[in-house]
């Protein structure tokens, strides 16, 4: 197929995986912060999340192909580039380029074992069995998702590299977000500053919202 | 002013090259970059060495001949500046510059600083052109072309083809050459009717030249000497996404 051989086609596929993967961390963001709605917020709607039964799983399974092109590709365009560039400068200097963008196959593949590590930690609960949500029922049998989240966070590291992973997440969208629009089309010079300067803001906000969960718990600002 | 030279010197395809350091005594501020080189080359000469290769033509900053790598900026990074046209007076006596040869698998070096640039040629043939019978002179604005689309395909057209774009990119894409000759050609009546096919043709051919692939660094725009627009890939993509559909 043209599309998965052709240099646009392949940035094409980069850019609306980026794109959806991009609106995930944005929802997720929102159900997250029904945590700041005490243990009611949250369960109920970890509750209601998995009353959606089958659904759950055919996002599940949009959300690891939308994974598994974003990174194949990725990884396939990133080895071709430097093949292509056998040969570097003995004195280089960058004026458009930035550190993020410069930086995008690493804060990726740093964002994949994030990914991971975060599954096994809330998902699969196999890091942390004694805070499992799945064994600890809130007062009317609900898994306990809030005591999980703030036991959870109560330890340092865990605060830590979650914090760390959030930076990384920022980093990546600072380049990625004006780099999907340029890629769909929709951005010319007059655009474009102001994208990369809203892109960066969004990138912002989110690293905001994020690290807020894990840092009011571990300040005991949210408690149980 | 007195200024340490570091070039790439080469002896051909097959031969590995080094950085080799040359001393330019006595330049005048008001010399061009290449007036330096041919008088650091004079004197080469008269020592019996070889002196050093470069591509140039013009010398008036228009026909893209003219492709180094100076202090690690293409055509040393004056604003839309070719090499030809950048003048001793930017340094400063004492500096030492580096000069380097485009670098890139598509651009092999066939001497120094002299690179064959025939990629570029490969990828026109894919589909830079309109093929029409264009039959004898018509007359004026017998074709009707709005204003702001004339502008925009004079602008794409201001490309001179000197590959700065493909040399300052992070991963050797020609993407802002491709899309140059896509957006001049699209936004023009006789090119649009080969549109879709162009932009196919043209992009396919990028990764059979062994150029990489655009990820948006920008850092193309930033090295073009004639100020190429990064719009011109957003339009570049918009045409192939309209192909795709097409």
Same mark, same amino acid.
């Given at each position: 197929m043209q599309l998965t051989e052709n240099s646009v086609g392949r940035k094409l596929l980069m850019a609306v995986t980026g794109a959806l993967l991009l609106g995930f961390v944005i929802v997720h963001l929102l159900g997250n912060s029904s945590v700041f709605l005490g243990p009611d917020g949250i369960n109920s709607y970890a509750e209601n999340l998995h009353n959606l039964g089958p659904i759950v799983w055919v996002f599940r399974l949009v959300m690891l192909g939308l994974i598994v092109v974003h990174i194949w590709f990725g990884v396939s365009l990133t080895l071709e580039n430097s093949a292509a560039t056998p040969i570097g400068y003995a004195s280089q200097e960058y004026r458009r380029a930035t550190f993020s963008s410069r930086t995008m196959i690493y804060t990726g593949l740093a964002l994949l074992a994030f990914i991971i590590y975060h599954l096994l930690h $809330?998902?699969? !609960? /196999?890091?942390?069995? %004694? $805070?499992a949500a799945r064994q600890n029922m809130d007062? /009317? &049998?609900?898994?306990?998702v809030f005591g999980m989240v703030v036991n959870g966070f109560k330890q340092t590291f865990t605060t830590v590299l979650y914090v760390v992973a959030m930076i990384v997440l920022f980093l990546h969208l600072s380049h990625g977000v004006q780099s999907i629009l340029q890629t769909v089309g929709l951005s010319n010079d007059k655009s474009l500053p102001v994208v990369t300067l809203a892109g960066k803001g969004l990138a912002f906000v989110l690293l905001l919202g994020y690290i807020s969960i894990p840092i009011l718990i571990i300040a005991g600002i949210v408690k149980i | 002013m007195n200024l340490t030279l570091n070039v790439w010197r080469q002896n051909g395809a097959g031969d590995k090259g080094r950085m080799e350091q040359y001393q330019a005594k &006595?330049? =005048?501020?008001? =010399? =061009?970059f290449l007036e330096m080189l041919d008088e650091v080359n004079e004197e080469l000469i008269r020592e019996g060495k070889e002196p050093i290769a470069f591509d140039h033509d013009c010398? %008036?900053?228009? +026909?893209? #001949?003219c492709s180094q790598v100076i202090n690690g900026k293409p055509?040393?990074? !004056?604003?839309?500046?070719t090499v030809c046209q950048?003048? #001793?007076?930017?340094f400063k006596d004492g500096d030492a510059i580096f000069i380097e040869p485009?670098?890139?698998?598509?651009f092999p070096v066939l001497r120094d600083l002299a690179v064959d640039r025939n990629a570029l040629d490969r990828i026109m043939e894919a589909g830079g052109y309109t093929s029409c019978h264009t039959g004898g002179v018509a007359d004026g604005n017998a074709l009707l072309i709005g204003k702001p689309e004339a502008d925009y395909a004079m602008d794409a057209a %201001? +490309? /001179?083809? +000197?590959?700065a774009c493909v040399a300052g990119c992070l991963n050797s894409s020609a993407m802002l050459f491709t899309s140059a000759k896509v957006a001049q050609l699209a936004t023009l009546p006789q090119g649009k009717v080969e549109a879709a096919k162009r932009v196919k043709s043209m992009t396919a051919e990028l990764k059979a030249q062994g150029f990489g692939n655009c990820? &948006?660094?920008?850092?193309c725009q930033a090295s073009c000497p004639k100020g190429i627009d990064v719009k011109f890939i957003a339009t570049l993509n918009r045409e192939y996404i309209k192909a795709l559909v097409k």
């Amino acid at each position: 197929m043209q599309l998965t051989e052709n240099s646009v086609g392949r940035k094409l596929l980069m850019a609306v995986t980026g794109a959806l993967l991009l609106g995930f961390v944005i929802v997720h963001l929102l159900g997250n912060s029904s945590v700041f709605l005490g243990p009611d917020g949250i369960n109920s709607y970890a509750e209601n999340l998995h009353n959606l039964g089958p659904i759950v799983w055919v996002f599940r399974l949009v959300m690891l192909g939308l994974i598994v092109v974003h990174i194949w590709f990725g990884v396939s365009l990133t080895l071709e580039n430097s093949a292509a560039t056998p040969i570097g400068y003995a004195s280089q200097e960058y004026r458009r380029a930035t550190f993020s963008s410069r930086t995008m196959i690493y804060t990726g593949l740093a964002l994949l074992a994030f990914i991971i590590y975060h599954l096994l930690h $809330f998902t699969v !609960q /196999i890091t942390d069995v %004694e $805070f499992a949500a799945r064994q600890n029922m809130d007062a /009317i &049998n609900r898994p306990d998702v809030f005591g999980m989240v703030v036991n959870g966070f109560k330890q340092t590291f865990t605060t830590v590299l979650y914090v760390v992973a959030m930076i990384v997440l920022f980093l990546h969208l600072s380049h990625g977000v004006q780099s999907i629009l340029q890629t769909v089309g929709l951005s010319n010079d007059k655009s474009l500053p102001v994208v990369t300067l809203a892109g960066k803001g969004l990138a912002f906000v989110l690293l905001l919202g994020y690290i807020s969960i894990p840092i009011l718990i571990i300040a005991g600002i949210v408690k149980i | 002013m007195n200024l340490t030279l570091n070039v790439w010197r080469q002896n051909g395809a097959g031969d590995k090259g080094r950085m080799e350091q040359y001393q330019a005594k &006595n330049v =005048s501020p008001d =010399s =061009s970059f290449l007036e330096m080189l041919d008088e650091v080359n004079e004197e080469l000469i008269r020592e019996g060495k070889e002196p050093i290769a470069f591509d140039h033509d013009c010398r %008036e900053g228009i +026909c893209g #001949m003219c492709s180094q790598v100076i202090n690690g900026k293409p055509h040393g990074g !004056q604003d839309r500046t070719t090499v030809c046209q950048l003048h #001793m007076r930017s340094f400063k006596d004492g500096d030492a510059i580096f000069i380097e040869p485009w670098r890139a698998k598509a651009f092999p070096v066939l001497r120094d600083l002299a690179v064959d640039r025939n990629a570029l040629d490969r990828i026109m043939e894919a589909g830079g052109y309109t093929s029409c019978h264009t039959g004898g002179v018509a007359d004026g604005n017998a074709l009707l072309i709005g204003k702001p689309e004339a502008d925009y395909a004079m602008d794409a057209a %201001e +490309c /001179i083809g +000197c590959g700065a774009c493909v040399a300052g990119c992070l991963n050797s894409s020609a993407m802002l050459f491709t899309s140059a000759k896509v957006a001049q050609l699209a936004t023009l009546p006789q090119g649009k009717v080969e549109a879709a096919k162009r932009v196919k043709s043209m992009t396919a051919e990028l990764k059979a030249q062994g150029f990489g692939n655009c990820t &948006n660094h920008y850092e193309c725009q930033a090295s073009c000497p004639k100020g190429i627009d990064v719009k011109f890939i957003a339009t570049l993509n918009r045409e192939y996404i309209k192909a795709l559909v097409k």
